[in-house]
């Protein structure tokens, strides 16, 4: 069993894959799986990095044997995981309010080659991958990380450099000869090493295989705080940096993609609660100018409508202020 590359990249990704597959040699002596956060949105990522370089390259199929030489492209709004030697293509639950997601196809990497998994990160916002190559590394693989200083959106290699012990970490130009020269070595299995447990509980619980509240008590305890996909109770997982989360259905979050999900979760709502103020608002000035309304009564409605209109104002001043920044 060779070596297996899972690429993640996120905003700037595009081009930073197209000018990776453009250097890659046409022997490359592995198969590359690449997630890029693409959502449910229709992608040519496929057709472009099979464009760009000497690699065929092609969306992945479940249960597609993969092959060296070749790139593998996750499906839009489907996560991407090896199992074995085949593709698997999963809608489970998004991970950094995000499918696909780096993390699930790093974790099952990991699972599946062991020492033989190589990670690597490029450009992106946030977080997601930092988990996921963790993953790879306890599990005895590479990491690799595109240099912060080169990437168009350096939070992503940034986040990785901060909290993984990462192997190699060069600009985007050096990428493609390490990645061959890595692909081409010879890598000895660590034989009898079962991979931790808390990884194979997080593999199960993502793929909703067996009891999930079973899985997440074996990962750590119950926070405050509710799933902003699904509004269940999410479980901090232990000691992990960055602070990540677990939600029973599978949701998955760090502390600062859950930050970035309940933010704009917080947005949504002022809107709808500026939508109900502004139509209730609409109603009782239609029933204070109908002209069947008793005088008491339109002044109790107009004197409503004026409590409202200064809630509606005061609601209004604060969405036009906009949350402080998060760094």
Same mark, same amino acid.
């Given at each position: 069993?060779? @070596?297996?590359?899972?690429?993640?990249?996120?905003? =700037?990704?595009?081009?930073?894959?197209?000018?990776?597959?453009?250097?890659?040699?046409?022997?490359?002596?592995?198969?590359?799986?690449?997630?890029?956060?693409?959502?449910?949105?229709?992608?040519?990522?496929?057709?472009?990095? *099979?464009?760009?370089?000497?690699?065929?390259?092609?969306?992945?199929?479940?249960?597609?044997?993969?092959?060296?030489?070749?790139?593998?492209?996750?499906?839009?709004?489907?996560?991407?995981?090896?199992?074995?030697?085949?593709?698997?293509?999963?809608?489970?639950?998004?991970?950094?309010?995000?499918?696909?997601?780096?993390?699930?196809?790093?974790?099952?990497?990991?699972?599946?080659?062991?020492?033989?998994?190589? *990670?690597?990160?490029?450009?992106?916002?946030?977080?997601?991958?930092?988990? *996921?190559?963790?993953?790879?590394? /306890?599990?005895?693989?590479?990491?690799?990380?595109?240099?912060?200083?080169?990437?168009?959106?350096?939070?992503?290699?940034?986040?990785?450099?901060?909290?993984?012990?990462?192997?190699?970490?060069?600009?985007?130009?050096?990428?493609?000869?390490?990645?061959?020269?890595?692909?081409?070595?010879?890598?000895?299995?660590?034989?009898?090493?079962?991979?931790?447990?808390?990884?194979?509980?997080?593999?199960?619980?993502?793929?909703?295989?067996? +009891?999930?509240? $079973?899985?997440? *008590? @074996?990962?750590?305890?119950?926070?405050?705080?509710?799933?902003?996909?699904?509004?269940?109770?999410?479980? $901090?997982?232990?000691?992990?940096?960055?602070?990540?989360?677990?939600?029973?259905?599978?949701? /998955?979050?760090?502390?600062?993609?859950?930050?970035?999900?309940?933010? =704009?979760?917080? +947005?949504?709502?002022?809107?709808?609660?500026?939508?109900?103020?502004?139509?209730?608002?609409?109603?009782?000035?239609?029933?204070?100018?109908?002209?069947?309304?008793?005088?008491?009564?339109?002044?109790?409605?107009?004197? /409503?409508? /004026?409590?409202? @209109? @200064?809630?509606?104002?005061?609601?209004?001043?604060?969405?036009?202020?906009?949350?402080?920044?998060?760094?």
């Amino acid at each position: 069993m060779k @070596q297996l590359v899972a690429i993640g990249a996120s905003a =700037g990704g595009v081009s930073a894959l197209s000018a990776l597959a453009a250097r890659l040699p046409p022997d490359f002596a592995a198969p590359l799986l690449v997630v890029l956060h693409i959502g449910a949105h229709r992608s040519l990522l496929a057709d472009i990095l *099979g464009g760009a370089g000497p690699l065929p390259a092609e969306e992945a199929r479940q249960g597609q044997r993969i092959e060296a030489g070749r790139i593998y492209v996750a499906a839009p709004d489907r996560h991407l995981l090896v199992v074995d030697d085949t593709l698997h293509l999963s809608r489970g639950a998004k991970e950094h309010h995000t499918r696909p997601a780096i993390d699930p196809l790093f974790l099952s990497a990991a699972l599946a080659r062991g020492t033989r998994a190589i *990670g690597v990160i490029l450009t992106g916002r946030l977080d997601d991958g930092t988990a *996921g190559l963790q993953a790879i590394k /306890a599990c005895g693989g590479t990491a690799v990380v595109q240099d912060p200083a080169d990437a168009e959106v350096p939070d992503m290699p940034a986040s990785a450099l901060r909290d993984v012990e990462v192997d190699h970490c060069v600009p985007l130009a050096e990428m493609p000869h390490l990645l061959t020269s890595l692909a081409s070595r010879r890598v000895e299995d660590v034989a009898g090493r079962p991979p931790p447990a808390p990884l194979v509980h997080e593999q199960a619980l993502f793929l909703a295989e067996g +009891d999930p509240m $079973e899985h997440l *008590g @074996q990962l750590g305890a119950p926070s405050a705080y509710a799933c902003p996909e699904c509004h269940g109770g999410l479980w $901090e997982v232990s000691g992990t940096r960055p602070r990540r989360f677990r939600c029973h259905t599978g949701h /998955a979050f760090s502390v600062r993609t859950l930050q970035d999900t309940l933010a =704009g979760a917080a +947005d949504e709502s002022l809107w709808v609660a500026r939508r109900a103020l502004q139509e209730r608002l609409l109603l009782l000035r239609e029933m204070a100018a109908a002209p069947t309304a008793e005088s008491l009564e339109r002044d109790a409605v107009r004197g /409503a409508a /004026a409590r409202l @209109q @200064q809630q509606l104002s005061q609601l209004e001043s604060l969405m036009a202020r906009g949350p402080d920044p998060v760094e």
